[in-house]
């Protein structure tokens, strides 16, 4: 395995660099999920770009099948996607079925790209009219190229495979050749180019790629994209970004954008963009996000809603969306240092991003609401009531794919001589810090338990910070069995010196069950609470209680008890409560008769919400009414 | 004028007969709006059909004008609502302008209908390539010949003028022509067509536009029309009306077809109708409908939602399904005889169908949400955060033009000697009553206020029969002064000879303002209360309240004033409670600290939920947080 064989690299104005070396998963939930999704959920991803089009409108560019062309405009990213996610688990081992559809595919795109660097099927297809370049609001031409950029610099970092990468940057130099200059007004629709140039210039060093994305990220904002269905806020293009200090439009479009920017800010040190992403952040995580860290309140236009417009069963907190968010605080990380980038980025990987996959790793959520009502009917796959099988709007099973098969690029930082754990979870991590080399073993099942044992293999006696979740209102530290007591700074315990040959710290996060409720302005949760623990958003789920979920009310005095049951994100919890029978008018008199009289004390029973929807299909809620 | 000048006539099978006779509007409310809509709206909505292309995209098929084709393809149809409205004014009193225009259009849409009676200028005009029948799903073609023959109905019933019921009658042949035989399996997209027809029918005597209805009701289901955008449900054709108990899909769509299926079990007497939709009616009135009469919970699809999903913040409510709901109450009504259609038609027309228009008569919403949060964002005139004078999709106005200009028809109904009286409003009502001509004076400023004085002008000893409606505890009725002890009867209060001449009765509804509650399964309002005086729901404007309406809490144990001001649909009323401040976070553990801290008690001063946004913009909200 080649080092620093991750996503992002270092960056110029960057206070935090990634780890300039290797994060082997071990055996804890992040490695049984990376797993999972080499062994099941890209094989499955593989055969669905077969069996949905996706490879041949690819393979019809070269005479290789008569196969009209399928699926989205952006069907292409589909297939670059899934290249990526294989690119690096190359990188963690060879496999032949990965290998085969690594190397067809990555000769197929090399095939059928044009001799300008053009490489988007749907736009170089026979049996499709659309002229290329001109339909930038919602073409998604650049973001294919995009995607493609991704894969390449994929296949550079796991695989040391320049191949891609010559495909890729003869299409970002058409993109830089026809946009990067001062005289296109164009940007894309659908952002996502612009931090895959980012990325490019970083391996490449060539300043043309950071400019061109930069240009995209200064252009927008000037209406030019048209107000298409939905306005110009749904493109990010009512307004110029550095104006702009709340989330609005369409989610993933809003969070990629912000992704790219915060990049441009790591390699410009542009403060004009970091003050408005962090006014931006601010206002996403403490007006418009999810529990689950989910996103988007809207189904029409997928999109960011009012502040405080956080209904739970029309969240569309789309998969991608919780994607796009770590995208987003891992870059704000790097640009700060601050740990509640890293305690978001929990919330969202553990919850609405882990929910977007089943239990078997072969089906999948595009929204994850947080209530189900119990006669819930899908007649769309946007509002699908079960995980499905793929999506003709296939962009969130492929982005999981890659997602987790790059996880262990977002676990660690380094800040000068200091190592930051930002994410927890068992793993072997080799780098360098300031020249020195650092070995550690970390071992811990969290998520599901709050012990984590840190050794340290090798190390010249640097600083081990490590990052105190939000949410933890007790931890205990010790090193070599003795107890410290350092006081947590910012979300931070930085222990100095800790980073020496021999040593073990175990850290223990208190991780009791902890009841919540909302800020009062969000109504469609009054008069409810959730149940959290650690990370992990807890929900009820009808096949796990006898009454009905949406008739039961939770006694928050009453004892909640922690571990009837395991689950794959942790122990089952069952909290005490009422159920409200009567069937009652829809509206009656404040004082009216009783019809909801509440009948005896029932256990609830709770499971992690990304577990939900696997067994038996029935009514599901994260935020229960209080008795 | 000409007598039975009324949307509906009288049934084979309904228990209820329209009043067969004349009833004017007095002064009262409904007068008020009857005549502000002759005087503003119906001449704005002229200007607009001229302004928007619908009268050019008629002119140009005859070589008037060369303006290309404008609007959705549907703009045919606004032209026949506001013809239609415009039949019923001159029916009440000729005016040049809409003589004019009444003239005009009859004659325009004569010179453009094809040989063949085909009428649709989305279809006829060169510059649009759609051929004809051919996209039943959205083409829209027999909804707009459905508002062709209900403008035809009109101005045969207003004003004895069958020149334009020559042109629909051409249209409804050709339909009957096309689609009535047994062999063809064609029904409309959006239903409309089948309560013009059975309407037709009535009018003509002809059996066949009745067939046609009945056709078109009976095929629907079968999935002909395919799945569109949102599945087979959103056209109410994923399963037959006969076999369905719930509403679902589009809800102007589901409320027209059950309009027009009613309409076919009235002429019909089909019980397997009347039973299904009994079960309809019953789902939407109590599981799905808004306090204000809206329906509609969805914006993607504009549908109904899932039992008890009723945000108030993205409440959809078209304008046009209050409307819809409307319709479909006064023929259950007639179907049935029951009061609690009354009840439903009164809370529509005075909630969600009276908030479509301003109080000038010139802007108009097209949702109808319960609450606007302080900084919404309208990017898109479906979710306007002020009335706008007119749509792209402009089908809410003229729609309110048709109805305020035939209100009357709704008002009253017969059943053997009994004469009902199902609304309350100033008017004066002569009528014949198995023979013997009844003449009534009714003076009222309900719903203002809840004192109705009935003079009995002439009579013959028939009853007359009250409606009490539901929401109504306490009320007293006197004839000529003498107090009576008459049970209210399943929502009806008969009081026999009551048709006497010379007999006055009062009516005293008790309208005290009441504090209501949602049923516990409606999430979005949980915790919540709203104030509701007589049929008027109230709200809480910005403009009326120093406190943010979003911070602020009722206490419903404190007095509740009435007729602090007066608007134009009732008195000002202002409750007491709190104000919540701090920020708060988010997501917070139900123990942390006390950020919501209540602080003194303020008053909170409401008005008529259908008065709001006529002053300063800014938040609303029917339901109040109670403290």
Known sequence: MTSTAHPTAVSRHGVIAPVDGEIVLGEGLLGRWQRRNRRVTIPHGIERLETEGA?????????????????PVFADSDVHKVLEAVAWELGHGEDPALRRFYEDTVALLAAVQDEDGYLDSAFQRADRVQRRWTDFAAGHE??????????????????????????????????????????????????????????LYRLTGRAEYLDTAKAFIDRRGSGWLGRGAFGAAYFQDDAPLRETTVMRGHAVRALYLNSGATDVFLETGDDTLLRALTSQWDDMATRRSYLTGGTGSRHRDEAFGDAYELPSDRAYAETCAGIGAMHWAWRMYQATGKARFG??????????VADGVSEDGAAFFYSNPLQLRPDHVSVQEEAAARRLGWYFCACCPPNLMRTFASIEGYLAGTRGAELQLLQYTASHIETRLVGERVVLDVDTEYPLDGRIRITVVEGGGGTLALRIPSWCVSHEVTIDGRPLDVPVDAGWLRLDGA???????????GMPARVLTAHRRVDAVRGCVAVRRGPIVYCLEQGDNASDVDDVAVDPSLPIVVGDGMTPLGPAITARGGVRRGDGALYSTLTGEACDES????????????TWGNGRPGAMRVWVPVS
Chains 1, 2 share one sequence.
């Open 55 to 71: 490879l041949d409108n690819l393979r019809g560019l070269i005479g290789e099948t008569d196969a009209p062309f399928r699926g």
């Open 142 to 199: 650049l973001y294919c190229t995009g995607h493609l950029i991704q894969a390449a610099v994929a296949s550079v970092r796991a695989l040391g495979d320049d191949r891609l990468l010559a495909a890729a940057t003869r299409a970002a130099d058409l993109v830089v050749r026809l946009f990067g200059g001062p005289e296109s007004p164009a940007y894309p629709g659908h952002p996502e180019i612009e931090y895959a140039l980012v990325e």
């Open 343 to 352: 305690d978001f980025f929990e919330t969202a990987l553990y919850n609405v």
């Open 499 to 509: 980073l020496t040959a021999g040593s073990v710290v175990v850290l223990e996060l």
């Open 599 to 610: 009948v005896g004390t029932v256990e609830l029973r709770m499971r992690p919400y990304a």
